[in-house]
Nanobody, 122 residues
C-alpha cells in the first residue's frame, strides 16, 4: 500500500508561485503513476496533472504552461510547481497514486493524501 502526505500549500497573491510536495511511503514509488487533483468548495474534484513511471507528463488545459509536475524517486516525492497563479486556482490540492496507466479520472486512482489548501488572493 501507499501513504501520501501533501505539504507546501498556503496563501499567495495572484501572479505568484507556490511549490507543493507529496511524500510517499513504500519501496515501489517509482512504479506508480502520480497525479494532482484539486477541489474547490461546491465543486467536483478535478484533474490537474499526472506523471508516469517514465516521467511522461499530462496537464489539464487550465494549468498547462503555468504548472509543472516532477518526481524525485530517490526521495519518494512528487512536486507541483505552480506559477502565474490565479484566484480560480484556489482549492484543496490532493496527491494521488495508481499502479499504472495515466488517467484523468479520480476514480482510477488507488491512494490519496489528505490535501493541502492553496489560496490565491486578487
Amino acid at each position: 500500500q501507499v501513504q501520501l502526505v501533501e505539504s507546501g500549500g498556503g496563501l499567495v497573491q495572484a501572479g505568484g508561485s507556490l511549490r507543493l510536495s507529496c511524500a510517499a511511503s513504500g519501496r515501489t514509488f517509482s512504479t506508480y503513476v502520480m497525479g494532482w487533483f484539486r477541489q474547490a468548495p461546491g465543486k467536483e474534484r478535478e484533474f490537474v496533472t499526472a506523471i508516469g513511471s517514465i516521467h511522461n507528463t499530462y496537464y489539464s488545459g487550465s494549468v498547462e504552461g503555468r504548472f509543472a509536475i516532477s518526481r524525485d524517486n530517490a526521495k519518494n516525492t512528487v512536486y507541483l510547481q505552480m506559477n502565474s497563479l490565479k484566484p480560480e486556482d484556489t482549492a484543496i490540492y490532493y496527491c494521488a497514486a495508481k499502479a499504472s496507466g495515466i488517467s484523468w479520472s479520480p476514480a482510477a486512482y488507488d491512494y490519496w493524501g489528505r490535501g493541502t489548501q492553496v489560496t490565491v488572493s486578487s
